[in-house]
Nanobody, 116 residues
Framework: QVQLVESGGGLVQAGGSLRLSCAAS????????MGWYRQAPGKQRELVARITSGGSTNYPDSVKGRFTISRDNAKKTVSLQMNNLKPEDTAVYYC??????????WGQGTQVTVSS
């Protein structure tokens, strides 16, 4: 059974930084894209950052220049460095991993709260 475990969320003041990490365990093979999504109360889940197996990344304009995604294929981990956080970044952040075979897995979510 595949499990994604996230860590690193918390409470931070505006302008501060946090680093989220996600580790995959279990029988997961041929990892393709790894990413982070977030969902604020009353809003739809949205993409925050994504990285392909080749290292290509993409970010929405709302976080571009402030967030950086990275991955370690050997360790099956993906991280998200978040700098210059804003109150509108407050949300539950979810790790997502998809495989070449079309399987997708989600973490349980970690709360990020940015106070003004």
């Amino acid at each position: 059974q595949v499990q994604l475990v996230e860590s690193g969320g918390g409470l931070v003041q505006a302008g501060g930084s946090l680093r989220l990490s996600c580790a995959a365990s279990g029988s997961i093979f041929s990892i393709a894209t790894m990413g982070w999504y977030r969902q604020a109360p009353g809003k739809q889940r949205e993409l925050v950052a994504r990285i392909t197996s080749g290292g290509s990344t993409n970010y929405p304009d709302s976080v571009k220049g402030r967030f950086t995604i990275s991955r370690d294929n050997a360790k099956k981990t993906v991280s998200l460095q978040m700098n210059n956080l804003k109150p509108e970044d407050t949300a539950v952040y979810y790790c997502n991993i998809s495989t070449d075979r079309g399987h997708a897995y989600w973490g349980q979510g970690t709360q990020v709260t940015v106070s003004s």
